[in-house]
């Protein structure tokens, strides 16, 4: 198995641009979660789905900020439009049962700055 | 919501020594308590986890140990390995989902 598939790996974009990340969870894994990672904030949950649905978003910063799970094998995070404080490490990940309460498999990563 | 503090933020150890770190929860719905260790530029990843009906785990030279009643939980690492160096992170779990700070081990050889 490839694991959690994130792209881009690295985005540098320009204030006020859209930017949209992209995750494919392992297959067969029906909950998957987006993390945004800073040194000031730690690693913070935005927001999980549980089978395509989004369970979870009271982690989504503000209305800048949303995501979508079109299928099980794809979801996106967008940013529009995009400000230099949403610089981050943004990480993607999936898990094989209905909840949180199980093993997370982490993606690479999408290292976003934002001028 | 769930609050989880992390101690120490940083730690040093000699190789062969101990390392223990520390996070304490708020929430005493938790009920799953895992650990993500994070070496420099890559993703976390889960080294060892414990859930509430369970006091302590072991997995060869890790282990955690959870306090429901003190709510509290710690991760121990044995016979230290230069390769043990990278950040800790804690979190705790039931609906909601709460990470720590993150401990940063250096294990020097």
């Known amino acids: 198995d490839a694991g959690v598939i994130q792209s881009p790996r690295h985005e540098v974009t320009e204030m006020g641009q859209e930017v949209t990340l992209r995750c494919k969870p392992i297959?067969?894994?029906?909950?998957l979660f987006w993390y945004r990672q800073t040194m000031m904030r730690g690693l913070e949950l935005l927001i999980y789905f549980n089978n395509n649905v989004p369970i979870d978003d009271s982690g989504m910063p503000e209305d800048r900020f949303s995501a979508k799970m079109p299928n099980a094998s794809f979801s996106t995070l967008k940013i529009q439009p995009s400000e230099p404080r949403d610089s981050a490490v943004y990480f993607c990940?999936?898990?094989?049962?209905?909840?949180?309460?199980?093993?997370?498999?982490f993606g690479p990563g999408t290292r976003l700055t934002v001028l | 919501g769930e609050n989880v503090e992390q101690h120490p933020s940083t730690l040093s150890v000699q190789e062969g020594d101990s390392a223990v770190i520390k996070c304490t929860y708020s929430d005493s719905a938790s009920n799953y308590f895992p650990w993500y260790k994070q070496e420099l530029g890559k993703r976390p990843q889960l080294i060892i986890d414990?859930?509430?009906?369970?006091g302590e785990k072991k997995d060869q030279r890790i282990a955690v140990t959870l306090n429901k009643t003190a709510k509290h939980f710690s991760l121990h690492i044995t016979e230290t390995q230069p390769e043990d160096s990278a950040v800790y992170f804690c979190a705790a779990i039931y609906n909601d989902m709460r990470f720590g700070a993150g401990t940063r081990l250096t294990v020097k050889p």
């Open positions: 297959s067969g894994h029906n909950s």
């Open positions: 990940a999936s898990s094989s049962s209905s909840g949180t309460t199980d093993t997370q498999y």
């Open positions: 414990i859930r509430s009906n369970v």
